[in-house]
């Protein structure tokens, strides 16, 4: 049985409050269901959300009200989560899937085998013994997510991994996430680059200053989107914010 569906129920997240500021509400009543099988792609402009969404999604924050469930109480062994900018240990490329399965409690057996097969299928088995802090930002993006997917989990969080990559490196880290999805492998997966999001997403979920304005099926999305600042966000205008009137676009510039 999978962990999903997960299910938001007018999910708030409001930043601490400073001094006699009131709390910043930065996650606005924000309701939607993530299933199974569809490789869902979080998109919108800068200061969104989408990847204190993702710290909701993951459980590495609270929300301040709202509920947040899973279909399986132990969800958090079931998931993982890679961020844009990767952490390596002070190990080899092999010790640093190794130490991550050592903490879910594998055998040196069955960890030397799932090693050797994320390895492979990430291209960096002949990298295995090399330092991971030595590696290039985008092997150290491949390694990140192959120590999260050697942990089998049912879904994988993904916050803008190609950022700051070069045309070869995000072409490398596109393959691995579609491989990883062919494998049986939710992707929920925040992106800034709306070509991205239209080769790797099936469903598209469209944040805008904290609030979810749309989620819908990609072909639609970037067809016909419903919401009128999702409309002008896919046509490249730029969207900006007036306190007193609220969001508004501009027609005269591209993003």
């Known amino acids: 049985m ?38 869902t792609l979080i998109v919108g402009p800068n200061g969104a959300g989408k990847s204190l969404l993702l710290r909701l999604c993951h459980g590495l924050i609270k929300p301040s009200s709202g509920l947040i ?22 190990r080899t490329v092999a010790a640093n899937i190794h130490y991550a399965l050592s903490l879910q409690g594998k055998d040196k057996a069955e960890r030397a085998e799932i090693v050797d097969d994320v390895l492979s299928k990430t291209g960096l088995r002949r990298l295995s013994d090399t330092q991971a802090r030595v590696l290039s930002f985008g092997e150290q993006q491949r390694l990140a ?18 950022a700051s990559l070069d045309p070869s490196a995000t072409h490398q880290i596109e393959d691995l996430v579609n491989t990883i999805h062919a494998q049986g492998t939710k992707i929920v997966m925040t992106s800034h680059d709306l070509g991205q999001a239209k080769r790797l997403g099936d469903e598209v979920l469209f944040l805008h200053r904290g609030r979810l304005l749309e989620q819908s099926v990609a072909t639609d999305f970037f067809k016909r989107p419903q919401n009128d600042l999702a409309q002008a966000f896919v046509k490249g205008e730029l969207l900006w914010w007036n306190r ?11 993003r």
Do not use: Y
Request: glycine share 4%; with cysteine; net charge positive.
């Open 69 to 90: 469930t899973w279909a399986k109480t132990d969800a958090a062994q079931h998931q993982a989560m890679v961020f844009q900018r990767p952490v390596m240990l002070r």
């Open 2 to 39: 999978t962990v999903l569906p997960l299910k938001f129920s007018k999910v708030c997240f409001n930043a601490p409050a400073k001094g006699d500021k009131e709390a910043m509400p930065l996650i606005k009543d924000m309701s939607f269901e993530l299933r199974s099988g569809s490789r």
């Open 145 to 162: 997510i192959a120590r999260a997917w050697a942990l089998r989990p049912d879904v994988l969080f993904l916050d803008e991994p190609t």
């Open 244 to 254: 007193g009137e609220g969001a508004r676009k501009d027609p005269k510039h591209s």
